[in-house]
């Protein structure tokens, strides 16, 4: 079990911010950062509303925005910072695209499948698993989730 | 447990043709048909090669391209067949966009996660389940998945 490290809560600082980017679009408030070492490949935040698309969770965009970075869909080597417990469908995005360590915020009880209600991202018999680090910067995290699901009630 | 309907068995073979295109550029052919009532919504097929998209599997392709046709992101009443079962990325994928049935050829023995390794789309404790028609034109797939494989060698 490692903590996280420097770099990773820089990153996780900026998933935050572009979770806000996100609650300014009307978008619930998740951000994903994917860097490899120091260096930020893509930053992204939920879209799901914006873009009319399923599929446009935080962590999705990110990914797929990265692989545009390096020009190939492996992302061997690399990290992602992200505001919220992945749910399965990013959790298996995360394994297939072959990221090394996840590092997120809160865990997600109603669709969280990395620790919560399944380990997609340590799962033995798959050709894949993460490095996983939990409940990095979870407050603040929560705390934008809360003032955004308050202001819409 | 039901039969797949005549209406499953010709979107199959949609999605056996779309697996053949997909092999014609050098991509493991996948494919996979989201369709409402009659109507085909997206056909599609894998694409992580060409696109250097990791999440670009058969399954996640047809429901983007299913949502921008609706201009919603929820596929409420729709159903999909895929010719290989889903990874957990892409049953995640059926349960975040609400699709009301799958429909799949042959099991994945490597990533399958709706009936090999896993239930995904089955989970009583997600907030949306998915009824599931496996091992619907089965040799159909594995002979088009073998047939890719063995070029290759």
């Given at each position: 079990m490692s903590d996280a490290t420097a770099t990773d809560l820089r990153m996780m600082e900026l998933a935050l911010t572009a979770a806000d980017r996100a609650a300014s679009l009307g978008e619930v408030p998740i951000g994903a950062v994917v860097y490899r070492g120091d260096e930020v490949l893509a930053e992204a935040h939920n879209l799901r509303e914006t873009e009319a698309d399923p599929t446009a969770h935080a962590e999705v965009v990110a990914l797929r925005a990265a692989a545009k970075c390096v020009g190939r869909w492996r992302l061997d080597g690399c990290s992602i910072a992200v505001t919220l417990e992945p749910c399965p469908m990013c959790a298996g995005a995360l394994v297939n695209a072959r990221v090394e360590r996840l590092v997120y915020g809160v865990d997600d009880p109603k669709m969280g499948c990395v620790r919560t209600l399944g380990r997609l991202c340590e799962?033995?018999?798959?050709n894949h698993r993460l490095e996983v680090i939990a409940g990095v910067m979870a407050e603040a995290s929560v705390e934008r989730l809360r003032a955004f699901f308050r202001a819409r009630r």
């Open positions: 799962e033995p018999r798959f």
